[in-house]
């Protein structure tokens, strides 16, 4: 028999705003934990991202609050800024009809005097992250002699980036009698710990399934060598009917590498990294969310806390150290049921990583073969053809009757009207209109240099129109295919190309000396050039 949430002894104040959402039942994680916690038991619960345990904590935190008293009675602690923002945003929206009730996020990258009003005013749930609690603290513009309950969500998270003494700092300067929450993605010994220091005979609750990421989420890899990742990604973009995404990257300057070549090749790209201000990643949040970014560059930070639902392809631009942080990755599509993608680059040494997420995650990743160039131009040519067909059934294009008619008249075919017509709509066209050259610079096994026996004059080459430097100097081969791990003589990075081969000295038979006085820099000069002194 379903559970409905009329049926988990909620407040009917929380029970229309439920229905005003349009929730009909409650999740595995929501059912299991909303009894409990409504009794007063401490909970361990273990669910992975995007399973619903925001509801499962904020309702039981906010069918014990007591509106008429201004003082902080719950307390939500969450790794990242992102992540508090997010679960503060779901608390206001689960109680759109509780009046009155007062829910303030405190991170830190944002103004500490606006959160000390907010909190001197009164706040029923603070949500936060441990480094700025402490602040709050160590200022006392927050209490926490009234908290009734305390929520840890993603604990394992706060561990792992070195929160364990705030953390137990926070949790000790609270009543004994208050009611905790535990919510991991995973438990290890340091959750265990924590557990059994500040928990009066924890619940545990856990939502079995057969692997850890999402079964609708397909999962395949390509073996890309580090300087043609950009050409492949932008192939399987283009392969794509919507690419909206995130490309995960393992490093800051790799995010800024990447979103400058993207939108170099035509795509509205946008980057998000722990270098970046909150003001910043706000804004680019907010685009991405209404559509005027396509693709959103990041580091892990993006992996948990960012209130992204509608994402339909995940790159793993860079393969993660942690399968953990895969499974989070990953799980950033695939949400509330929906099918996603995940696509991830490895190569050498890469695969055996690779292995380990399978092992972990119970789920084969496979390997895909890369795309061609007619591959993504026979994708291109079908969209043109179905949007064609799509139009000529539905009726409702403008006439050009009389352009047609002259075409017609001059001896031109129907045929090859229409052929023309596909032609110029996009066939074998690049993202920025332009041709793509059919010896590309990342794939075509024999290329021909065309620019010369003597190279460029500039020292870093010239730059090509696809966002490649070629390396000058005569003689530069080209070995094997750099898809699938030949050399190249292609650089889609920046950076100082490397110089292909040594140059010799111009005066032929001379031999050097080290010159004296200068023994530390090692310069060398001709021998008939350097006289002794006496």
């Known amino acids: 028999m379903d559970t409905n949430f009329t049926d988990l002894g909620l407040r009917p104040e929380l029970i229309e705003g439920i229905e005003r959402l349009g929730y009909e039942s409650p999740s595995p994680i929501q059912a299991q934990t909303i009894p409990l916690a409504l009794s007063g038991s401490d909970i361990v619960g273990l669910s992975q991202t995007g399973s619903g345990k925001t509801a499962a904590f904020g309702l039981p935190a906010l069918n014990l609050i007591d509106i008429k008293r201004d003082e902080t009675q719950v307390l939500v602690l969450c790794p990242t800024r992102e992540l508090a923002v997010q679960v503060c945003e779901e608390i206001h929206r689960l109680a759109a009809c509780l009046k009155g009730l007062v829910a303030v996020p405190v991170y830190g990258g944002a103004p500490l005097d606006r959160q ?34 305390c929520v840890l969500d993603e604990a394992d998270r706060m561990l792992d980036m070195g929160f364990r003494e705030d953390m137990e700092i926070i949790l000790g300067d609270m009543p004994e009698d208050r009611q905790t929450l535990f919510f991991s993605a995973t438990m290890n010994k340091a959750v265990e710990g924590l557990i059994k220091t500040f928990s009066r005979d924890a619940q545990p609750i856990s939502i079995e399934r057969k692997s850890l990421t999402v ?38 300057q790799m995010v800024e590498d990447a979103t400058e070549a993207l939108s170099a090749r035509g795509y509205v790209a946008d980057r998000i990294h722990g270098d970046i201000t909150q003001s910043n990643r706000e804004r680019v949040i907010k685009r991405f969310k209404d ?65 380990a997420i399978e092992r972990y995650t119970r789920q084969v990743v496979r390997r895909m073969p890369i795309p061609s160039l007619e591959d993504v131009e026979g994708r291109k040519t079908d969209k043109v053809f179905n949007k ?57 096994p024999n290329p021909k240099r065309k620019s010369g026996g ?27 295919n750099d898809a699938i791990g030949g050399e190249s003589q292609w650089s889609s990075g920046p950076g100082k190309p490397k110089r292909p081969f040594k140059t010799k000295s111009k005066i032929a038979g001379a031999k050097f000396k080290k010159k004296p006085g200068n023994h530390s820099t090692g310069d060398k000069i001709p021998a008939r050039r350097f006289k002794r002194p006496d």
């Open 116 to 149: 000390m009003r907010a909190l001197r005013k009164g706040a029923h749930i603070v949500v936060g992250t441990p480094g700025r609690i402490m602040d709050h603290l160590r200022r006392k513009t927050l209490r926490t002699d009234s908290i009734r309950l």
């Open 215 to 252: 079964d609708t989420i397909e999962q395949t890899y390509y073996e890309v060598r580090n300087r043609s990742k950009i050409e492949v990604l932008c192939r399987l973009l283009d392969l794509e009917t919507s690419p909206r995404g995130i490309v995960f990257c393992n490093t800051k």
């Open 291 to 355: 559509g005027s970014v396509e693709l959103l560059v990041a580091t892990d930070v993006a992996a948990r806390g960012l209130d992204i639902d509608d994402v339909g392809i995940v790159f793993n631009y860079d393969l993660p150290h942690d399968p953990e942080d895969y499974v989070h990755r990953i799980g950033r599509t695939g949400r509330a049921g929906r099918s996603g993608k995940s696509i991830t680059f490895v190569y050498g040494r890469d695969i055996y990583r690779l292995e």
């Open 388 to 444: 064609l067909r799509e139009t000529l059934e539905a009726g409702t294009f403008k006439r050009h009757d009389d352009l047609v008619d002259r075409l017609l008249d001059v001896g031109h075919t129907p045929t090859d009207i229409a052929s023309a017509l596909f032609d110029l709509l996009g066939s074998g066209e690049g993202r920025d209109g332009e041709k793509i050259a059919e010896d590309s610079e990342a794939f075509d």
């Open 454 to 480: 003597g190279g460029s004059k500039k020292k870093g080459g010239f730059q090509g129109k696809r966002g490649f430097k070629q390396r000058g100097g005569a003689g530069y081969k080209k070995r094997g």
